[in-house]
């Protein structure tokens, strides 16, 4: 490691599986690295605007070929999941080889539905979308349901699923009546309505607010 040191002492940048490294800081199981520049880690290319991870196991801190990228920010303008991101995206990896992707709060036309994604779930570097959730960032008429903006929705059983917030309800256009709170829609791409589920049993939280 004492190479590793020396290179950013001496402004000459130390290199970390191919990439550039204009300092290191290193842990018992991480380090976070600043990138010379933009450069490609485990299949992602990851931005030199923002501090790179690593992660390694234990008693490997010194042996670069063991380290493993746990998090970086993918540049703007990378393709994700169908989509050209005009704003830097934050991902790490999570359990089972998956990785999570943190667009941030830019709104994004995703899947046909004008959105602010929260996460998005890839089974490899730019591999297969396996799940996401996000809300609208505008009201929605679809098939016979009226959402509010900030109606929270995701993927479920290859369906969308809407779970209005307790102050502004779903409406169905049907009877004019609000969704009953506490309840979200399973809904086809194309509008159909395949049902309604209590929020509990998927997964939905309803945090409590307290006022001051």
């Avoid at 550039?20 to 880690?41: F, I, N, P, Q």
């Amino acid at each position: 490691m004492q190479s590793l040191q020396q290179a950013q002492f001496d402004g000459e940048p130390a290199v970390v599986h191919g990439a550039a490294v204009r300092s290191l800081e290193l842990s018992d199981l991480t380090g976070e690295a600043k990138l010379v520049e933009a450069a490609r880690l485990d299949g992602w290319l990851c931005s030199a605007e923002a501090a790179v991870t690593f992660r390694y196991p234990s008693g490997e801190r010194f042996n670069l070929k063991a380290w493993q990228l746990d998090s970086c920010t993918l540049a703007p303008g990378s393709e994700v999941a169908g989509v050209t991101w005009v704003q830097p995206m934050a991902v790490h990896t999570v359990e089972n080889g998956r990785w999570q992707l943190e667009p941030g709060d830019a709104p994004v036309r995703f899947q046909g539905l004008n959105l602010r994604l929260w996460n998005l779930w890839l089974d490899a570097p730019y591999g297969e979308l396996q799940d996401w959730q996000g809300e609208l960032v505008e009201p929605l008429l679809l098939g016979s349901m009226h959402y509010p903006a900030g109606t929270r929705v995701r993927a479920f059983q290859g369906n969308l699923l809407f779970s209005p917030i307790a102050e502004a309800p779903a409406v169905d256009q049907r009877d004019g009546k609000p969704l009953e709170a506490d309840l979200s829609v399973e809904q086809t791409a194309g509008g159909e309505v395949l049902g309604t589920h209590r929020n509990g049993d998927v997964g939905v939280i309803d945090w409590l607010k307290i006022a001051p």
